[in-house]
Antibody
């Protein structure tokens, strides 16, 4: 059974750094074709893809946020991490991590965590 | 950046109706498109991957089609449990979600 769970700083002030952890089971980030993606959703709004990291340590970032994002992984402990620097109120959202599997010419993002709520407020 | 435009933003339909949701990309995305369903307070759920492949466990009343820039999610017979917001998502170039279509019961 594949499960993912997000955790991180619940409330932070503008200009601080947000650190998020995705703890997962049922798959390994060392398996060929496996990636973990981060997606966020402000309350009442749509989904925004942020970043991903793959089995080969390949990384991708949303160009509009690239300078503020850093993604990493701990394969041994089945965790992926996302750091967002210099947060402001626009970063208030629910943050999801998801497993994304590459099948040669398409991906399948088939398992999501329950989401972690983050509030940025002074 | 590829922009994804979903229409309509809100759709009201009756139980048993055939429902069609549209997603248009700003350029060819080579069928690299998924559909997600999100119910209130829940994480998104994958319905359709790579344009027309039904995810395991998803009812067969859901289907996807399309090519190039135009893609469609169809629900053949709307059920009450299908009330949700539906998002398309492209990963052909960068990664972009559409703004969603909110499906309501009439």
């Amino acid at each position: 059974q594949v499960t993912l769970k997000e955790s991180g700083t619940g409330i932070l002030q503008p200009s601080q750094a947000l650190s998020l952890t995705c703890s997962f089971s049922g798959f390994s980030l060392s398996t060929t074709g496996i990636c973990v993606s981060w997606i966020r959703q402000p309350s009442g709004k749509g989904l925004e893809w942020l970043a991903d990291i793959c089995w080969d340590d390949g990384k991708g970032y949303n160009p509009s946020l690239k300078n503020r994002l850093s993604i990493s992984k701990d394969t041994s402990n089945n965790q992926a991490f996302l750091k967002i620097t210099s947060v402001d109120t626009a970063d208030t959202a629910t943050y999801y991590c998801a497993r994304n599997t590459y099948y040669g010419y398409y991906y399948v993002m088939d398992a999501w965590g329950q989401g972690a709520s983050v509030t940025v407020s002074s | 950046d590829i922009q994804m435009t979903q229409s309509p933003p809100v759709l009201s339909a009756s139980v048993g109706d055939r429902v069609t949701l549209s997603c248009k990309a700003s350029q060819n995305i080579n069928k690299n498109l998924d559909w997600y369903q999100q119910k209130h307070g829940e994480a998104p759920k994958l319905l359709i991957y790579y344009t027309n492949n039904l995810q395991t466990g998803i009812p067969s009343r859901f289907s996807g089609s399309g090519s190039g820039t135009d893609y469609t999610l169809t629900i053949s017979s709307l059920q009450p449990e299908d009330v949700a917001t539906y998002y398309c998502y492209q990963y052909n170039s960068g990664n972009t979600f559409g703004a969603g279509t909110k499906l309501e019961l009439k």
